[in-house]
């Protein structure tokens, strides 16, 4: 009977880990933010095709607005909508053309910007009805 | 006696095998190893040929896929995705020029601009609008591929009091000039892109800088200071309304929005330039003007 137990507690500890949902960014650059707001400060500037964890505990006194998320990259934690995330490997320009993007030689600034761009963006389409 | 005359003949046989083998060059012992001939027909039996054969072809089929994946990498975007990146890039590295990283409420514009899109007709448009908070850049639209991004002066709008409606007629003015690719075209020609989009530098592992370069002055020179031609603005302008004349309401928006727009640029030094970008405001009213008949 103890041995039934085991299992159970390592889940608890360890589950949230080992099952924890993980996300691709599919925009070329983006920005975890301190808030989930899109003006809100950025924590760190995201790379097209990097893993973010999503955590489902969120910072106290913090709620999430619908279509945002709270994720983990590397040390950072912050808040990013889900429109630019993909749940597979997302198809990134970085990838497709490496050695030219290598060679644009992008400052710390313009990625900065460009990622800043994707959250300034006002997105739409038009379709029949 | 004998023994001596035998031992005579053996050293002497064996210097002359022994002077041979040396006289031997490498390229002589490389063909005796090449050289199948002699087990040709063992080697048929057991395959050994065929065997040869097919990894001959692996070994190629192998280095042909390698060559053409490092040949990959090296790639330029094709025509869509490099105007995408291109206008990404020089918005990027315009943002403190045109101020578009600016805390603002959610206007509505692009929403209002869809159902305007999807009430003239115009479906399947994807797009992305980009407020700026700059009198610098009145509206515009930069090629992004299948999408088109607009930009939007708030400035502007707030001289003129613009109703969404009325941006939305100038936005639509612009995505028609975008469908008819003066920009692209005209960028293109100034930075002497011919031949460079869609390419790859392979061969000499340095992408072309200066025309990268060529390329962001071109938009810079485009936007700020050349802008569309006469003959250019005439045709948008007719198509536009064309567009809009089945719609009486939208046409007369279309035309008052052009009226207000020529008052401002005649009142307002700030928005002077803006006959030098959309040339001109006064004559699109004549070309709008119904003829008087004789």
Known sequence: MKKMWLPIILFAFLGQHALAEIRYLSKTYAHLHQ??????????TIICGHPLRVIKTLPPKTSLPKGWLYLKAGPYKGFMRESFLSKGKARCPQDQYPRFFDQLDLSVTEMYYWGRLSDQFEEGRSTAR | MSKRISLFIFIVFFNFVFAEDKEKTQSEKEQELVDFSSIKDLLKQDMLDEHAKRRDVQVKTVKKERTDYNKRLYQIPGEDEFWSIMSEYWLAKNATILKWDFQHPDYGIGQYFQTF????????????????????????????????????????VRSMDLSKLEISVLL??????????????????????SGFIGSNF????????????????????????????????????????????????????YYSTIQKIDSLIKTNLLYKKYSKIYPSPELQLGWLSPKESR
């Open chain 2, 172 to 193: 639509f003015s612009d995505l028609i000039r975008a469908k008819h690719g003066y920009f692209k075209q005209r960028v293109a020609v100034d930075a002497k892109l």
């Open chain 1, 35 to 44: 808030n989930p707001s899109r003006f809100s400060q950025s924590m760190s």
């Open chain 2, 117 to 156: 899109l999807e009430q003239m007709g115009f479906y399947e448009e994807k797009f992305r609008l980009l407020p700026i908070n700059s009198p610098d850049v009145f509206h515009m639209a930069l090629p992004a591929g299948k999408e088109t991004i607009f930009l939007v002066s708030i400035p502007f």
């Open chain 2, 202 to 253: 392979f061969d000499s592992k340095k992408l072309d800088q200066v025309k990268i370069k060529s390329v962001l002055e071109a938009y810079d020179q485009f936007i700020f200071e050349k802008g569309f031609t006469f003959k250019e603005q005439f045709k948008v302008t007719k198509k536009t309304s064309q567009y809009l004349k089945p719609k009486l309401k939208l046409w007369n928006e």
